[in-house]
């Protein structure tokens, strides 16, 4: 048989596999859902170069209508302090999730390729996290502390929601560890790590980047009640879940100042559950991507 | 049983079903054809074998015959007449009204095709009333008498059960049986025997072609293995591409096989009476879309001249009924069926003991598979262990290669013991027996590149490192036959033939003494499975490789094995040199094993 051909025909039939992100922007929900995302984050991340006002800064009276949205309970222009109190949410949100993505794939991984009893005693201490609601845990903690720093709340976010991450995680690994390839490197002699590393995780890449969307989505939601309940770094500074806390009594006198800051976590909520969904989907149908 | 309820008005004819000029394109790309030009008459009480290699169309043309397409691809041309009517301009209602009733399908998978929470009984019975045959009371007995047909049991007790309380041979069966039960004139089976033991399929087979004749029924039965064909069609077709390549009557087909495809395939595929040299077909079926201008198979063909890339030939009449694709069909000489046979492995050459296995038992917690176990393999030798699914001949090579850890006995490498897994073995031992998988499609990590899978038992054995690591994975390629231009693809990319030459690459590349080799070849097409065979004969001639083969495939054994382990239900139950257990077995089960091989010569 000659080398040469046989490598043309290669070359000729196969055409490349187009990963999943291509696969995933032929997909409309992923596209709007992306560009929803990004918007918000452009929003929230730039908002404050371009804000008219400072977020402290009085501009009128009390639920006046002076400005696009009007003024809050204090009389700050509320276009303003909508753009300043994205950040901070998303930043602890974004930072939250990739923690729990980390840990959780991680325990999970560990739980399906350990299997037996490394798979039933992490499985059931991770029910036993998963069993608090998400919020009860947080608000143990803050109200023990008190003034809560951003990484507690990184930490707190990050690690309520890695349970979670954790079941998809080890139902995605289950399927994985028992295929031949990973025999393989077993039969090779391959370090258990490395099995879990070189092998295992980048099989893992696409569901865990749906997971990580939808793990986004909760922590936003998180982040914000956290704000509307009181707990933010800075009680002072603009923060959209506190926002939508302070001004809520104004809700019919100057509705924009409650609306304008749940429609934009609304907004962004939608967006990266779009975005989620999107991937999820290529995976589903994707095959042994 | 009782007449249908329904006859139809027309009267019937019994000139079974044709095919006439049929074109299947896709959807998405106008031009490109699935099928092209398919002309094949079945006549009643005839089976009609359609063989062809994964991604040749057969699939497609036989579900054709029912009006029906897979989605993406569609019908162009063409017409399919069955009692003077063309079943692809009937509206849908009556298309409805035929499949089944009149032109009936059995699935490759038929346990997907059961409900897995209806009974058996209950089954049949839907399906009669769903055709309207039969009376309430009727019925019943209709569903007994067509499993006895297929030669199941039909009492109650059978009736009661579930479709997973019974083996894949009586599923396959109930499955024909239900085929049947509305007296179709045609039957079209889509490898019904793949994926079944040879004895089940022997005994499928022969229910399969007693019905076919005693109830006149014209059937297609498609598949990629042409022993099976041999057996049980009376007409051949073979298609490539797309194309039927040649059409004849069985024994025509084989005697004087015309096309140089027909040759290449009848060449790559072992016998069971002697050893052959087994030849595989370079490169690979080309997908729709990528096949070459004028004869299709020019690419590949060893007697191609420039004339055949011009135009497609038709296909020519060379004899009664018997129909080739090509242009040089006169030229290219006489073929036989003893061409490239090599004499058998002489059963008293001296043998210089590598591993040695001796009262081997292999559990599953408490459950124990496999019994007493004892054999030997020599340097550069070939030992077979062969048995029906369910004998302990892929958890003997399991525990073997290190891959089952729970066995008591005796494994001997060059007198030393082997570790229970292979955490619990040394690194030379490792390195120096390896394992290749079943199935291609799994044992190749989807995310590492080509370099990256044969690379890396050489870093982890030390054999070489960075550079002229590189350098020993475009080598070894080439000595699978691969080019370095997959060095940089990722498994997805390969072919079933190309990933399973990668996992010889890999465990080739750790430079061991012994090779494991897992049903290697049972995912493969025909002519896939001939150049590996050839290259593993070659490794095994080149480096002195030893290699523990285990298979179903008993002519697979004759051509490649020096030494065969008869396995049954975890113990073995004939053992030998390959010539004497195979010429003169002395146990009834190697005998009816050896009974129910299909074989072509």
């Given at each position: 048989m000659s080398t040469t051909a046989d490598a043309v025909s290669v070359a000729a039939a196969a055409p490349r596999t187009p990963s999943t992100f291509q696969k995933a922007l032929k997909q409309k929900r992923f596209v709007v859902g992306g560009v929803i995302t990004v918007l918000v984050a452009l929003f929230a991340v730039f908002g404050r170069f371009v804000a008219p006002h400072g977020q402290n800064e009085v501009v009128g009276t009390p639920y006046s209508s002076q400005g696009a949205l009007g003024t809050d309970y204090l009389g700050q222009d509320v276009l303003s302090r909508l753009m300043y109190g994205g950040t901070e949410i998303l930043v602890i949100a974004l930072l939250a999730t990739v923690l729990s993505t980390v840990v959780g794939t991680l325990i999970g991984v560990v739980a399906a390729y350990g299997g037996g009893w490394w798979d039933e005693v992490i499985m059931r201490l991770n029910d036993v996290m998963l069993a608090f609601p998400q919020i009860l845990l947080s608000l143990v903690v803050l109200t023990a502390v008190g003034q809560p720093r951003a990484w507690m709340l990184v930490v707190l976010v990050g690690l309520s929601n890695a349970p979670r991450t954790a079941r998809i995680a080890r139902g995605v690994a289950l399927g994985l560890v028992s295929r031949d390839f990973v025999h393989a490197a077993e039969a090779l002699g391959e370090k258990r790590s490395r099995v879990i590393v070189a092998e295992v995780l980048p099989n893992m890449n696409a569901p865990l980047l749906a997971e990580a969307g939808l793990r986004l989505t909760f922590s936003i939601a998180l982040v914000a009640a956290l704000g509307f309940l009181g707990f933010s770094t800075d009680p002072s500074a603009a923060n959209w879940g506190q926002m939508i806390q302070e001004n809520r009594l104004g809700l019919s006198t100057q509705t924009w100042s409650v609306l304008a800051p749940v429609l934009i976590i609304g907004l962004f909520t939608i967006g990266t559950n779009l975005t989620a969904d999107g991937i999820a989907q290529v995976t589903q149908r994707g095959g042994d991507d | 049983m009782s007449a249908p309820a329904q006859e139809p008005t027309t009267t019937r004819t019994t000139h079974g079903i044709a095919i006439e000029d049929l074109r299947i394109g896709l959807t998405s790309r106008p031009g490109v054809d699935v099928v092209d030009d398919i002309d094949l008459v079945l006549r009643p009480g005839e089976v009609v074998g359609l063989v062809g290699e994964s991604g040749s169309g057969k699939t497609t043309v036989g579900t054709a015959l029912l009006g029906y397409t897979r989605s993406g691809a569609a019908i162009e041309r063409g017409r399919i007449l069955y009692e003077d009517k063309d079943v692809l301009g009937l509206p849908w209602q009556q298309v409805r009204q035929l499949r089944g009733e009149e032109i009936a399908y059995v699935p490759q998978d038929p346990a997907a095709a059961l409900n897995p929470s209806i009974r058996i009984g209950r089954q049949i019975v839907e399906l009669m009333e769903l055709r309207g045959i039969g009376t309430a009371e009727s019925r019943l007995q209709g569903a007994r008498e067509g499993l006895a047909e297929v030669g199941l049991p039909n009492d109650d007790e059978f009736l009661r059960r579930y479709s997973h309380q019974l083996s894949g041979g009586q599923v396959q069966r109930v499955a024909l049986a239900m085929a049947f039960l509305p007296k179709p004139k045609v039957l079209v089976l889509d490898e019904p025997t793949t994926g079944l033991d040879v004895t089940t399929q022997g005994m499928v087979l022969k229910t399969m072609g007693e019905l076919c004749r005693t109830h006149g029924v014209a059937a297609l039965?498609?598949?990629?293995?042409?022993?099976?064909?041999?057996?049980?069609?009376?007409?051949?077709?073979?298609?490539?591409?797309?194309?039927?390549?040649?059409?004849?009557?069985?024994?025509?087909?084989?005697?004087?096989?015309?096309?140089?495809?027909?040759?290449?395939?009848?060449?790559?595929?072992?016998?069971?009476?002697?050893?052959?040299?087994?030849?595989?077909i370079?490169?690979?079926?080309?997908?729709?879309?990528?096949?070459?201008?004028?004869?299709?198979?020019?690419?590949?063909?060893?007697?191609?001249?420039?004339?055949?890339?011009?135009?497609?030939?038709?296909?020519?009449?060379?004899?009664?009924?018997?129909?080739?694709?090509?242009?040089?069909?006169?030229?290219?000489?006489?073929?036989?069926?003893s061409r490239g046979t090599v004499p058998d492995t002489d059963p008293n050459k001296p043998r210089d003991i590598i591993l040695s296995i001796e009262g081997l038992g292999v559990f599953y917690g408490h459950k124990q598979v496999v019994f007493d176990v004892s054999f030997d393999l020599g340097k550069s030798e070939v030992v077979a262990l062969v048995g029906e699914s369910g004998s302990g001949k892929t958890t003997i090579s399991r525990a073997v290669g290190g891959l089952h850890k729970e066995w008591t006995g005796t494994i001997a490498f060059e007198g030393n013991q082997l570790g229970h897994g292979s955490r619990k073995r040394s690194v030379s031992d490792r390195k120096r027996i390896q394992y290749i998988f079943q199935n291609p499609y799994l044992s190749l990590n989807p995310r590492l590149t080509i370099e990256q899978i044969v690379k890396r038992p050489m870093e982890l054995f030390g054999v070489a490192s960075g550079r002229k690591a590189?350098?020993?994975?475009?080598?070894?390629?080439?000595?699978?036959?691969?080019?370095?231009?997959?060095?940089?693809?990722?498994?997805?990319?390969?072919?079933?033939?190309?990933?399973?030459?990668?996992?010889?690459?890999?465990?080739?590349?750790?430079?061991?003494?012994?090779?494991?080799?897992?049903?290697?070849?049972?995912?493969?097409?025909?002519?896939?499975?001939?150049?590996?065979?050839?290259?593993?004969?070659?490794?095994?001639?080149?480096?002195?490789?030893?290699?523990?083969?285990?298979?179903?495939?008993?002519?697979?054994?004759?051509?490649?094995?020096?030494?065969?382990?008869?396995?049954?239900?975890?113990?073995?139950?004939?053992?030998?040199?390959?010539?004497?257990v195979m010429d003169s077995p002395k146990e009834d089960y190697t005998r009816r094993l050896l009974a129910n091989s299909p074989a072509i010569d």
């Open positions: - | 039965y498609v598949t990629h293995d042409l022993a099976v064909i041999a057996n049980i069609a009376d007409r051949v077709a073979v298609m490539y591409a797309g194309q039927v390549a040649e059409l004849a009557d069985r024994d025509t087909l084989f005697r004087h096989p015309s096309h140089p495809y027909t040759r290449a395939l009848l060449d790559s595929i072992p016998h069971l009476s002697q050893a052959r040299a087994l030849r595989g370079p490169g690979r079926t080309p997908a729709p879309g990528a096949r070459p201008d004028g004869c299709r198979f020019n690419d590949r063909c060893n007697y191609a001249v420039d004339e055949c890339r011009q135009g497609v030939p038709e296909l020519r009449e060379v004899g009664p009924g018997h129909e080739v694709r090509c242009i040089r069909v006169g030229e290219i000489g006489s073929w036989d069926i590189t350098e020993r994975v475009v080598e070894l390629l080439d000595q699978v036959a691969l080019g370095p231009a997959v060095l940089k693809y990722q498994a997805s990319r390969l072919s079933g033939g190309e990933r399973q030459r990668v996992a010889i690459a890999r465990a080739l590349a750790a430079e061991p003494d012994v090779l494991v080799c897992d049903e290697i070849t049972s995912a493969l097409d025909v002519s896939v499975q001939g150049s590996i065979v050839e290259l593993l004969e070659s490794l095994r001639l080149s480096r002195g490789i030893s290699m523990l083969f285990v298979t179903h495939n008993l002519a697979l054994v004759r051509s490649i094995a020096a030494r065969v382990q008869i396995l049954n239900a975890g113990r073995v139950v004939e053992s030998g040199s390959v010539v004497e």
